[in-house]
Structure formats: structure tokens, C-alpha cells
């Protein structure tokens, strides 16, 4: 009796419309599912295609990914407000016309020349003289015969520097065969040291500096100082009309075809030979290295342990080794390299190998016409100007070894405006290539990030000065600060007006 009742309820319960319809066939069921798993299957493969075009762990849509990618690669480091900031100071006074003159021999190439005239200018401001037009290096290892007037606009340089110092292109007829004190001055002096050294006036009408490179402190100088050198560095001491307008036209070809890595390839016969570096050299090549330092009587250092200075960072990278840490880096294999260099020691033997993995490198003649450059025949400084112009205009500047010519880009792509540097850990990176070498790491994804979060921190972003070394002193303390001309960061660059502070 339960039973009938309750089976009468469920049967009133049921909607009208059920008591109609015949019970399914098992064919009807088949058909159903069949149905439905081609539903699931289109579905299934519509998702599968949309993740496959997104990066792991990213719900960002696939054009945004790379533009973050490019981004990262191209984009330089913000400047946090940051700008130049030359002008002196309200306690700066005039130059007053002092009747005592100073005369100067820059020596080494042209990096080198060009931040030693700006140690000169300030010295002469500090001891009150009158600069006359340095005389240029003749007998390094380029033997460049150019002057002054070859490579710089001089004509700018006195009339940019009237306010600071009193500048004049040649010494006064009465004085040419006046007797001179000959001064070599300590490396990295103070203010101090030049007003001692001002008592040689007491003599003397003229003063004749031999040498005229790192004469100058890094630190604890005036600020008015510190800025009048980079007034002459970044305003006065401007290449001469050809250097100009040559390195103009070479960047506008560089930069029609999108962006460029200018690389510093630091992979030159006199580099390795003062290095002592010879990895991936035959014997004959090691040994022409060797006789050549032995023979340059101003290189002190003749015996060098080539795989000490190897594994301790100091050697240039080698062009393939560029070329590996370029990828590792993530640029692809179609960017445009330029390469700022001299002579690559061994030529297409060695340059092949950066070849290899970027195709693209353009030089100097590739990039001008053989006309264009046939009045810099022979000048490798005026050459040396042409690269320099293009280094500092690149979208990213790369150097395999920190030189004088490393440095001063640097130090002028900071003063622009922070634009991306990225310097080698090359201490760092020999333990990996040499893990390559050995087979115990390869090139791709694990490479890639080893390298990519070694240089987290190495692209140029700003900072202040670094100082010297802890637990030095003396001369060795000086020699181990930063370069002012590598940063010229605070003295030459400050807060803009209305910016915040920097988190």
C-alpha cells in the first residue's frame, strides 16, 4: 500500500508533457554523445591554440609580451628626474687677465687627450693662467700627425671657455724663447696641490706640462670646478667641421634602419698586447704580442701571466665571446651592430666568429663611402672621433673592455640622460664561457638567464660616483675611484626643478 501510494504521488508530480514522450532509444544516445565530444574537441583545441601563443606565467595578450621584451632590450633606464646641470654657481667670479701661461702636451689617443685638455682647463682656472691650444700626441701607438685644430673646433673652444678661462691659440711672440719651467704634475691632485705649485710663477712666465692625462682629483673638488670640466668636456671641446658633419650623416644611416648596438670592440693589437692577453691566440700570435710589449719602453709590465689576467676580468672580451653574451642577452640574430674599433687583431679569422651570430655588422667603411673617408686616411684619432660620435648616439652602447674611450662614452651618455650602457661583468662571464668550452653549460634558456641576471644592475642606470677601494691609501687609494669623466654624477647632473624624490 506504501509503495502504490507513493509511486501515485511521483506520477502526479511529473510535468504533463513527459507522459507524451515516447522512452529514448540507445541509437538516439549514441548520437547524443557523439555529438557532444565534437563540441568538447573544437573547444578543447580553441584554448590549446590561444595558451600556445602566450609566454608562461603571463596573462598578457602575445603583441604586449613583445613589446615588453623590446622594451627591455632597447629602452634605456629612467633618469629619475635627473638632468644635466652645468651652470656655476653665484660665488663663481670672472677670469681675471693673468700674464703667465700655460703650455701642454696631451699624450695618449684621443679619449685620453680630449678629458687631460679638460684637466688642463681647470688647472689653469685654479692657478690663474692663460691656457694656450694644447699641443696632440704624435708618437703613441697610432703615430696621428693631426693637431688641434684637425680634430677640434678650436675657434669654439676659446670663444665657449671666455667666462671660465682665458685661452689663446699660440703663446706671445716675446715669449716663445722665454725660458719655461717643466712641470710633470701628480695624478690626481687637489686644489691645494695647484695653488702650492702656483709659487712656480714667482719665476717663471711659462709652464710647460708634459702630461696632461688624470691630472685632476675624481673628488672632493669645488663643485664650480667639477662643472667647469664639464662645461669644457660637453660644450667647448667640440670635434672640428669634418668630424661633425661626417659623424651626423653616418648616424642618420645608422638610424633609417631602426635601432643599433654600437659595440666597442676593444679587440685590437696594442690592447692585447698591453693586457698580456692571448686566449684564443696560436703561439706565433701570443709571441708577436709579447715581443711588441717587451719593445714599447713606457709599458712597465712586460711578464704577464695571460690566464691570471683571463680569470680575474682584466682581459677584452674576445668578438666571439661578444657574440655569445649578446644573445644570451636575448638581441636577435637580425640587429644592427656597429663596430667601434680599430684594426680587429686577426681580422675576418677572429671576426667571424661574432659574424656567426650576428650577421649585420657594419664598420666605418661599409657605413661611409670610400670618398667620405679619404680625408681621414691615416688619422686614426680623427677616425677614433667618428666613433666616438656614433657610440654616443646608439640606442645601446656595449664596450668589451672599460678603456678611456669606454669610459667617456659612459660618462656622456649619463650626462645626456642615462642612455643604456651595458658593461660585461667580465669576471663573471669567463667562468661561464669557460663552462662552455668545457661542455658543461650550452648556449640557450639557461645561459640566458644566468647572464641576463648578471647585468640586472650593469645597464646604465643612475648612480652616484663610486669612490675608492676599502683598506687602500695613498696614490693606490686615488688610482682605484671611479673615473669623474665615467660619472660625473652629482656634481654635473641634478634634480630637475619640480621632481620628487627618487624612491
Known amino acids: 500500500m506504501v509503495t502504490g501510494r507513493a509511486s501515485s504521488s511521483s506520477s502526479s508530480s511529473r510535468p504533463r508533457f513527459f507522459r507524451f514522450l515516447p522512452p529514448p532509444s540507445i541509437p538516439a544516445y549514441v548520437l547524443s554523445l557523439f555529438l557532444f565530444s565534437i563540441i568538447v574537441f573544437f573547444f578543447s583545441q580553441t584554448q590549446i591554440s590561444e595558451v600556445s601563443q602566450k609566454p608562461f606565467f603571463s596573462d598578457d595578450p602575445p603583441l604586449l609580451y613583445l613589446q615588453d621584451v623590446e622594451d627591455q632590450l632597447w629602452d634605456s633606464s629612467f633618469s629619475h628626474g635627473l638632468q644635466p646641470c652645468v651652470q656655476p654657481t653665484r660665488k663663481y667670479e670672472a677670469p681675471q687677465a693673468w700674464d ?101 710663477w714667482q719665476d717663471y712666465q711659462v709652464l710647460h706640462v708634459p702630461k696632461s692625462d688624470s691630472r685632476l682629483a675624481n673628488n672632493n673638488l669645488p663643485i664650480d670646478i667639477q662643472r667647469l670640466r664639464c662645461r669644457a668636456l660637453y660644450q667647448a671641446l667640440i670635434f672640428s667641421s669634418p668630424i661633425e658633419s661626417l ?52 709599458w712597465k709590465l712586460k711578464d704577464i701571466n695571460s690566464t691570471e689576467q683571463r680569470t680575474g676580468g682584466y682581459c677584452p672580451l674576445t668578438p666571439k665571446e661578444m657574440g655569445i653574451f649578446l644573445r644570451a642577452l636575448g638581441y636577435p640574430p637580425s640587429t644592427c651592430i656597429y663596430v667601434a674599433a680599430g684594426d680587429i687583431y686577426g681580422g675576418e679569422k677572429y671576426l667571424s666568429d661574432l659574424k656567426s651570430h650576428f650577421p649585420n655588422l657594419l664598420f666605418k667603411d661599409t657605413l661611409a663611402t670610400k670618398e667620405e673617408l679619404e680625408k681621414f686616411a691615416s688619422h686614426a684619432t680623427q677616425t677614433a672621433a667618428l666613433d666616438y660620435m656614433i657610440s654616443v648616439e646608439s640606442d645601446v652602447f656595449v664596450p668589451s673592455y672599460t678603456g678611456n674611450m669606454a669610459r667617456a662614452v659612459e660618462g656622456h651618455r649619463r650626462f645626456l640622460g642615462h642612455r643604456k650602457t651595458i658593461n660585461p661583468d667580465r669576471k663573471g662571464l669567463v667562468q661561464l664561457f669557460d663552462k662552455i668550452d668545457k661542455g658543461d653549460l650550452h648556449e640557450g634558456p639557461m645561459l640566458s638567464s644566468l647572464v641576463t641576471q648578471m647585468h640586472k644592475s650593469r645597464q646604465g642606470a643612475p648612480r652616484k660616483r663610486y669612490g675608492s677601494l676599502p683598506g687602500l691609501r695613498g696614490r693606490d687609494r686615488l688610482r682605484t675611484e671611479e673615473s669623474f669623466y665615467e660619472n660625473p654624477y652629482p656634481e654635473c647632473i641634478c634634480r630637475s626643478k619640480g621632481h620628487g624624490k627618487r624612491q
Open 247 to 298: 659623424g651626423k650623416r653616418l648616424i642618420e644611416r645608422l638610424k633609417s634602419n631602426g635601432k643599433y648596438i654600437a659595440l666597442h670592440l676593444r679587440y685590437e693589437k696594442d690592447m692585447l698586447s698591453f693586457t698580456g692577453c692571448t686566449y684564443g691566440l696560436n703561439d706565433t700570435e701570443a709571441e708577436e704580442l709579447r715581443t711588441m710589449r717587451e719593445n714599447t719602453n713606457h
Open 100 to 200: 703667465r701661461y700655460l703650455t701642454v702636451r696631451s699624450n695618449g689617443g684621443l679619449n685620453q687627450m680630449r678629458t687631460g685638455i679638460c684637466d688642463m682647463v681647470a688647472v689653469a682656472r685654479i692657478m690663474n693662467a692663460t691656457l694656450v691650444i694644447p699641443q696632440l700626441d704624435k708618437k703613441s701607438f697610432w703615430q696621428d700627425t693631426s693637431t688641434f685644430s684637425d680634430i677640434f673646433d678650436e675657434q669654439h673652444f676659446i670663444a665657449t671657455l671666455q667666462g671660465d678661462v682665458r685661452v689663446v691659440s699660440q703663446l706671445p711672440k716675446e715669449l716663445e724663447s722665454a725660458p719655461r719651467a717643466r712641470k710633470h704634475f701628480q695624478s690626481w691632485s687637489g686644489v691645494n696641490y695647484y695653488v702650492e705649485m702656483a709659487q712656480l
